[in-house]
């Protein structure tokens, strides 16, 4: 049985859908002069040619084309002519997915601006998929709106939005570039340049892009990249929509307009805050047969969630119950939806502050529960990993294997966070930060046990090969276990639901990591192999 939702809690989109719905609008005025700018546009940068349909092939495969309209978010109408990708059956390339780059490397943008106190900087590319050279032609017919369209089939020259290698032939072509200015590209995100003196920095999602780096290095490389493609500056309030804050000595990056742009879109702009992600003791099941599915946008908000969470790392836990049931929502899943968005109503105002790295020391706090998923009684975990006393990131997963005790669970989850620490220790070696072993926190002692004892215990020879990762990382000094209270792991956000009092504490712990070193506590082995734990300093 389907359940109703109320028309008027959502947000119907104010662009027209299709060129024919222009005429009937009171901004038709301004469509139109959008639709004709982009015509010109095509028309300028030579990426179609137009043919009598008699000319072409009679095996050609012909793309159906249309105009996507939308407002953008300073009120611009804007207008893009985008092939009918979902139709093309064959491709340039045999894997066509482009790289973007990971919000990972975009904090750590921000920190390297921070420390070194350089400038941030942010441009787009204009029609940045244009300027791609097609190697095969590909047949389009040519969209409603379009003039002279009639009896006509166009060749496209270059690539065109909406095509499936589109994003990839426009990586290839700025990565190229980006490499013959004297750039080099990180190995460990293929979206990621520096200069070969490290006194500059570009990060590139799509064609996005943010800057830092020296006066001098900027002047350098960006009139380089600005000579070969067009692009525009943008606002620091607007890079990828988040909200970046430049101040003396430190970054604020947050969602606070998206935020409530969310709230508003979901009809809970008006509603009592909550004072946690989710109600204590919630369990939600997707819907089987006999019950109810509700028809809310169940899953439109989630991609909201989603989204926020790059900013807002203490919802994690609360975005990944949710997602487990988008496949079928109930109403139950809904109000916990709803409960979440109230809970962001309260804490809109929570940013991630950035600030100097006089160390750049990698570290990270780890957690597992036991057998938390009702349905599978599989195991939650996650971690979060930062660079002196600020957010890198995070995860929050379900585990893919079933264990038998809480070490276990525990465990699996070091393997999962170390594969993470060492891709940010290889990250931070490329800038010029070669790391001493990275500190993981951890409230499991028996589980560090096994990695700081010389020997594979019986009992974890089932998953001895995730054993021997994490000890063959351990002993080569790429990590170092150390135990902390559960009181203060904040690690513990990501794989639990908690009462408000200890939520509020561990995420003022989150907001403020430095605050963790006084809650630390290490060990070390005596001769007869027994693990001895002791205070350290903070």
């Known amino acids: 049985m389907l ?5 008027q809690n959502t947000v119907l989109d104010e662009a027209p859908r299709f060129y024919t719905e222009i005429f009937e609008r009171p901004d038709s005025g301004e469509w ?5 700018t982009e015509i010109d546009n095509i028309k300028q940068r030579g990426t179609l040619t137009e043919f009598k349909r008699s000319e072409i092939p009679q095996n050609a495969e012909i793309l159906p084309s249309h105009f996507v309209y939308t407002t953008k978010r300073n009120g611009t109408k804007k207008c893009r002519l985008v092939a009918g990708g979902d139709k093309q059956l064959t491709t340039i390339f045999e894997r066509w997915g482009s790289p973007t780059m990971k919000f990972t490397t975009l904090r750590l943008i921000l920190v390297i601006a921070v420390t070194n106190d350089w400038k941030l900087q942010a441009f787009d590319f204009k029609a940045a998929y244009l300027n791609a050279t097609l190697t095969i032609p590909k047949y389009m017919s040519l969209p409603v709106g379009w003039p002279s369209r009639k009896d006509k089939i166009a060749r496209l020259n270059k690539s065109l939005y909406g095509l499936k290698e589109a994003g990839l032939l426009w990586f290839k072509l700025i990565s190229e570039h ?3 200015i004297g750039l080099i590209q990180s190995i460990y995100d293929n979206c990621f340049w520096m200069s070969p003196q490290r006194d500059f920095f570009l990060g590139l999602y799509v064609d996005d892009t943010t800057i830092t780096g020296t006066k001098t290095a900027i002047q350098r490389f960006l009139p380089k990249i600005q000579q070969r493609f067009e692009s525009t500056v943008t606002s620091l309030d607007d890079v990828l929509g988040f909200h970046i ?3 003396p000595k430190k970054i604020n990056l947050h969602l606070k307009d998206y935020i409530n742009k969310t709230l508003k879109k979901f009809g809970v702009s008006d509603a009592t805050p909550t004072k946690t992600p989710l109600p ?4 939600l099941y997707p819907a089987t047969q006999g019950d109810s599915v509700t028809t809310a946008p169940f899953r439109e ?3 909201c969630l989603m989204w926020i969470t790059q900013c807002r790392p203490d919802i994690l836990f609360a975005t990944n119950i949710l997602s487990r049931v988008a496949h079928a929502p109930t109403t139950t899943a809904w109000k916990a939806m709803k409960h979440t968005l109230r809970y962001l109503k309260g804490t809109q105002n929570l940013t991630l502050t950035f600030t100097p790295c006089p160390d750049f020391n990698l570290w990270a706090t ?9 349905t599978t009684r599989r195991s939650h975990g996650g971690a979060y990993l930062f660079v002196d006393n600020n957010y890198l990131g995070g995860y929050s997963k379900i585990q893919t294997l079933n264990t038998t005790s809480s070490t276990e669970s525990e465990f699996l989850e070091y393997c999962r966070c170390v594969k993470e620490v060492i891709h940010l220790r290889g990250l931070l070696k490329e800038i010029g930060k070669p790391q001493q072993p990275t500190m993981i926190l ?3 002692l028996s589980s560090r046990a096994i990695v700081i004892s010389h020997t594979v215990a019986r009992a974890t020879k089932h998953i001895a090969t995730k054993v021997h990762f994490v000890k063959d990382h351990h002993n080569k000094g790429h990590i170092r276990l150390e135990y902390i209270k559960t009181a203060d792991n904040i690690a513990d956000l990501l794989t639990k639901q908690m009462p408000s009092p200890l939520f509020a504490h561990l995420r003022s712990l989150l907001y403020t990591p430095g605050h963790l070193r006084g809650c630390v506590i290490g060990g070390h082995q005596t001769e007869d192999g027994n693990s001895v734990v002791q205070q350290h300093n903070s």
């Open 245 to 247: 804050e430049q101040e």
């Open 301 to 303: 908000a989630l991609g």
């Open 366 to 374: 780890v957690d597992a529960s036991f057998a938390e998923c009702e």
């Open 178 to 180: 980006l490499s013959s």
């Open 3 to 7: 359940l109703a939702y109320p028309k």
């Open 442 to 444: 951890t409230d499991n």
């Open 32 to 36: 139109f002069t959008a639709t004709a």
């Open 280 to 283: 204590h003791k919630t369990v």
